[in-house]
């Protein structure tokens, strides 16, 4: 089955844990889905009284559903067991952690599912020296392709 990436999330964030979670959606939010109408980049998960809602990622429309319009941005409700709700709720309460989607697929049932990570943010100068690392690893593989080559 496909699944959806959210790239820019392990760039951005050291990922600690991650949960799956289930998703409610619409009919014609599914069926978007399934077309590739998705985009992860920006969104993020919240706990509100004992529920977990996926904020800010975008589902497209889908064209052949014209009276069942959904909005593209809507909250949308994960669904967890309580316990790792509860579980959730604690270790987002503490400082500088948040809840990311990293990746959404149909798994084997065909039910849509979202990866959850939760994720504490990089600082700027660990940004700079992970991108400095993967240049250098590049360029010893370039090289070293380079004299096996010749």
Known sequence: MRSFENRKARRLFHIEDEIEAGISLRGSEVKAVRMGRID???SYATVEDGEVIL???HIGQYEADGHLDHKPK????LLLHKDEIK???SRVCER???LIPLRVYFN???ILKVLL???RGKKKIE???EKRRKDEEREISRIIKKELGS
């Open 96 to 98: 500088g952690y948040t």
């Open 127 to 129: 940004k700079k020296i």
């Open 40 to 42: 992860l980049s920006g």
């Open 117 to 119: 990570g939760l994720a």
């Open 87 to 89: 579980k959730l709720t």
């Open 55 to 57: 904020r800010e990622m």
């Open 74 to 77: 809507r909250p949308r409700k």
């Open 108 to 110: 084997n049932k065909g």
